[in-house]
């Protein structure tokens, strides 16, 4: 298997231990991110799940589907909720991760917007997932007990440096900080060439909740130097879509 679709997997059998230990009640409680319920967290992480499926086996059906977007919407907006909620969102979720695993690493995966290379679409599920699993371990308050599987999620948040400017229609500031990271292990990441300027160093689950903005970067003890690298934590995000605001310091951790 891919090694970024057992990642994956691994990813989804954490939360998939997390659901299950919730009751019905906790099922209907808010988390801290935008106040979305344990259900609507779920709902969301499954209709991008079935998605993902729809482009992995049958991606001229997938092409057809994103043409009409009241059908996307309806797909991406699952009703159903707990226990059957569950029980779909696993289904899908192991059919997704089998077949990324089973896929050639050159494979081009159609997506919203242009078609995404295997490695960099399973990458994706993996970083949605674990930024919404953190949305339940808030909630729950409870910590969680990350492992080098992260270095993924990291390598989107340094890769989407520029992404995140663009996506606002701002000008970088100058060029890609230098990140420095210690991973779970302690093992050191690095990315872009050293400078003591314009870096980023610190923790990378730290550095994963700012880039996914599960945390602000007033909530996290990265070390941040330069212009460039200040802007950038600022308003970090390596998830598609239009601009997000992080959230507000102290509401998240």
């Known amino acids: 298997m891919l090694q970024q679709a ?17 009751t019905a009640e906790e099922w209907q409680s808010p988390t801290p991110f935008k106040a979305w319920t344990v259900n609507k967290v779920v709902q969301h992480l ?3 799940d079935v998605m993902a499926v ?7 059906k997938f092409k057809d589907t994103v043409t009409n977007m009241s059908t996307v919407r ?4 699952p009703t159903i909720e707990g226990q059957e909620l569950f029980e779909r969102w696993w289904s899908y979720f192991s059919e997704m991760s089998q077949q990324l695993g089973a896929s050639d690493p050159k494979r081009r995966c159609p997506w919203f917007g242009p078609d995404m290379g295997v490695m960099m679409f399973t990458t994706a599920r993996q970083m949605e997932t674990w930024s919404h699993a953190h949305d339940i371990y808030d909630l729950k308050q409870l910590p969680r007990n990350n492992t080098d599987r992260i270095k993924n999620i990291a390598e989107i948040g340094v890769r989407t440096y520029g992404w995140t400017f663009i996506n606002r229609k701002q000008e970088l500031p100058g060029d890609a900080p230098y ?19 314009n870096c ?8 994963c909740h700012v880039v996914t903005q599960g945390r602000n970067i007033a909530d996290v003890n990265l070390q ?12 970090a995000q390596c998830f598609a879509g239009p601009p997000e605001t992080p959230p507000v310091p102290g509401s998240r951790g």
């Open 179 to 197: 990140v420095k990271l210690t991973a779970p292990s302690g093992a050191i990441w690095e990315w872009n060439d050293p400078s003591d300027t």
């Open 224 to 235: 941040v130097k330069g212009d460039p690298a200040t802007q950038w934590m600022a308003i």
């Open 6 to 22: 057992q990642d994956l997997l691994e990813e989804g059998q954490e939360l998939k231990a997390l659901l299950e230990s919730l």
């Open 200 to 207: 980023v160093e610190g923790s990378a689950v730290e550095f």
């Open 54 to 60: 729809m482009s992995l086996t049958d991606p001229e």
């Open 46 to 48: 499954h209709g991008a």
């Open 74 to 77: 309806k797909t991406m907006n």
